[in-house]
């Protein structure tokens, strides 16, 4: 099992940049997917980005392609995200997520993650 742990979050404005992380406890972290997920108030969770296990392969929301970046580090157990030209409607709780089985390809439903964090807010000023 794994224990995700975001930090990073802040308050930023509009066309800034933030890099939040995601350190994993356990000694599986290198054998999930892992993902990020965001919700803002009063809507429903929704999916940012994903990594496979392996870092070689990455998925994005629409609305994030080409703004932010995920990647991962294994040596150091961390997940990371680059948000750039962040926008208003960016704000959110953002949460990290490991998936349930080993070796997957990073899903973008949140019905494959078992291990989440307890999030970081992310507040973009306009």
């Known amino acids: 099992q794994v224990q995700p742990v975001e930090s990073g979050g802040g308050l930023v404005q509009a066309g800034g940049s933030l890099r939040l992380s995601c350190v994993a406890s356990?000694?599986?972290?290198?054998?999930?997917?892992m993902g990020w997920f965001r919700q803002a108030p009063g809507k429903e969770r929704e999916f940012v980005a994903a990594?496979?296990?392996?870092?070689?392969?990455?998925a994005y929301a629409d609305s994030m392609k080409g703004r932010f970046t995920v990647s991962r580090d294994d040596a150091k157990n961390t997940l990371y995200l680059q948000m750039n030209s962040l926008k208003p409607e960016d704000t959110a709780v953002y949460y990290c997520?490991?998936?349930?089985?080993?070796?997957?390809?990073?899903?973008?439903?949140?019905?494959?993650?078992?291990?989440w964090g307890q999030g970081t807010q992310v507040t973009v000023s306009s």
């Open positions: 990594i496979n296990w392996s870092g070689s392969s990455t």
């Open positions: 356990g000694r599986t972290f290198s054998r999930h997917a």
């Open positions: 997520a490991a998936d349930r089985a080993y070796y997957g390809t990073g899903s973008y439903m949140s019905y494959d993650y078992a291990y």
